[in-house]
T-cell receptor
Framework: DGGITQSPKYLFRKEGQNVTLSCEQN?????MYWYRQDPGQGLRLIYY???????QKGDIAEGYSVSREKKESFPLTVTSAQKNPTAFYLC?????????????FGQGTRLTVV | QQQVKQSPQSLIVQKGGISIINCAYE??????FPWYQQFPGKGPALLIA?????SEKKEGRFTISFNKSAKQFSLHIMDSQPGDSATYFC?????????????FGSGTQLTVLP
């Protein structure tokens, strides 16, 4: 089945730790995205990538980092510099830029700071 | 310029009723307006989308109405069913500059009572 797989589904982070969220897609999409979802705030763009080895900051990139070494993979690292990381994180992909058509989302990772 | 404003934040309707969710945008570079449906603990999925060359698009019980001059668009769910209970997000994107990535509204939590 084609789709986007995010792992883990739940993640707990201690203060000061870096954690990495995984996102893999087998849709052969060029573009991939990371969004953060908080209650009442919709989805906010963290980073996006339109091609391998290239990525751009979104609206709330501070405290996050990404890499795009393979077309299928776009991991997100939440660093200790992110002061309020507790949120629901969503990965998405699309054929090209999302304005051209549908963005497909993964099932999300819920990150909690303990 | 990037903001998409969505209302209401929550909506309760009776089974068989009409659900109406409204969105407004500022950036005239937007030319793609999708609606996404999200169930609890899941990623959003595309429900229906419209481009500004038409004023209305209907797919089954779901209709998007688009008013380009007012920079507003809305989702109408006819004959609402309990299975429609979910969070709905409007979004917008365009073909130029910073508008190329999807900007989401803050979401509407819809509850359809049996």
């Amino acid at each position: 089945d084609g789709g986007i797989t995010q792992s883990p589904k739940y993640l707990f982070r201690k203060e000061g730790q870096n954690v990495t969220l995984s996102c893999e897609q087998n849709l052969n999409h060029d573009a991939m995205y990371w969004y953060r979802q908080d209650p009442g705030q919709g989805l906010r763009l963290i980073y996006y990538s339109q091609i391998v080895n290239d990525f751009q900051k979104g609206d709330i990139a501070e405290g996050y980092s990404v890499s795009r070494e393979k077309k299928e993979s776009f991991p997100l690292t939440v660093t200790s510099a992110q002061k309020n990381p507790t949120a629901f994180y969503l990965c998405a992909s699309s054929i090209r830029d999302s304005y051209r058509g549908e963005a497909f989302f993964g099932q999300g990772t819920r990150l909690t700071v303990v | 310029q990037q903001q998409v404003k969505q209302s209401p934040q929550s909506l309760i309707v009776q089974k068989g009723g009409i659900s109406i969710i409204n969105c407004a945008y500022e950036n005239t570079a937007f030319d793609y307006f999708p609606w996404y449906q999200q169930f609890p603990g899941k990623g959003p999925a595309l429900l229906i989308a419209i481009r500004p060359d038409v004023s209305e698009k209907k797919e089954g019980r779901f209709t998007i109405s688009f008013n380009k001059s007012a920079k507003q668009f809305s989702l109408h769910i006819m004959d609402s069913q309990p299975g429609d209970s979910a969070t709905y997000f409007c979004a917008a994107s365009g073909s130029s500059g910073s508008a190329r990535q999807l900007t989401f509204g803050s979401g509407t939590q819809l509850t359809v009572l049996p």
